[in-house]
């Protein structure tokens, strides 16, 4: 006969999470984190580009002045700060920083709930409504927008992401070798590493800014702009791969071991991270709009330099929109394929 069993034991849900989850997830969590604040530090040269005093503020004046002398030593500098992160964004610091930080934040900045409310009350309604033209107003106003807008700049991001997606991959596919174990030894590695370290921390804005100096306003400068960014990206971690895989002893050399051992090996996890990254290529295209390439993003920094918010907001939901779209997409399609973005050796 079986003896009375045991009662288990009831754990209050915040000890569980403070003992049991968060020590296991600390690391990954610790990693994630320091990654995205090198994300955070290329965003913030990024939005200098729009008025804040950040490095890419002082990069974009320096351009237009012509004081290249300059744009190089502020370029040093952000690389220097994303290569010394490890050194820098340590435990024990961060109460120093957050201090530093709120005795240099601008605390005399007004903030008008005035103008919040306008914003949110008036200056987002459709013109047509506002201006009292009624609903055939409002249907005449949304067909101007989308006929010469939102169509054309949603057909221009779509195709200037897939082209950027097909040359992340190529790019990605030629980059991982140089630094693989399997292919070349340490000096071509270890240049071939500080190369895609500089490519990847080099946000891709700056990178089509650069472009965009040098060749002309077009669609060229953006499509190679994400496509070296993204692709020492997914080099990197697909080269880091290559370091789990045991080859024969008999195993072809050069050309050969690269197409007929290494790439079939890997081509199931570069396409998973290739399919990852589609929606962040997506964002970055609407984003390089801004440079003047006609994605959405031209159309939604339009409107805001014309004052005209309403079309802003509907631009930037559309934009929200197609985003989701080619998430879910890329998801099934990673699910009906069976990739994964885990890099774990099989």
Known sequence: MAGPSTPRLQVPGLSTLLFVRLPDVWAHFRTYALYRLECG?????????????????????????????????L????????????????????PVYLIGAALVLPWSAHIS???????????????????????????????????????PGTIATIQLTMIALFATGLLAALMFPFI?????????????????????????????????????????????????????IIGHLIGRHTETLTLRADASTGLNRYAYELLPRVYRSLLALLFYR????????????????????????SAFAELRFDRAVLLIALTAVLNIVIDVTSRRVRAYLRLRTTLEGR
């Open 41 to 73: 530090l290329r965003s913030s040269a990024v939005l200098g580009f729009v008025g804040l005093p950040t490095l890419g503020f002082h990069l974009e004046t320096a351009f237009r002045q012509g004081q290249y002398s300059e744009v190089s030593a």
């Open 75 to 94: 370029l040093i500098l952000f690389y220097v700060i994303i290569a010394s992160q490890r050194l820098w964004a340590r435990r024990l610091l961060f």
């Open 113 to 151: 709930g005035a103008n919040i409310i306008r914003f949110l009350t008036v200056d987002i309604v459709p013109f047509p409504l506002r201006d009292g033209a009624g609903v055939s107003g409002l249907i005449d106003w949304l067909w101007m927008l989308t006929s010469t807008q939102a169509v």
């Open 180 to 232: 693989s174990p399997q292919m070349f030894g340490r000096p071509v590695r270890g240049m071939s590493h500080l190369a895609l370290v500089v490519i990847r921390s080099t946000p891709e804005y700056i990178l089509a800014f650069v472009f965009l100096q040098l060749w002309g306003p077009s669609m060229l400068p953006a499509i190679v702009a994400l496509a070296l960014h993204n692709g020492s």
């Open 278 to 301: 589609w929606e962040v290529i997506m964002r970055e295209t609407a984003i390089l709009g801004i440079l003047g390439i006609a994605t959405l993003g031209f159309y939604v920094d």
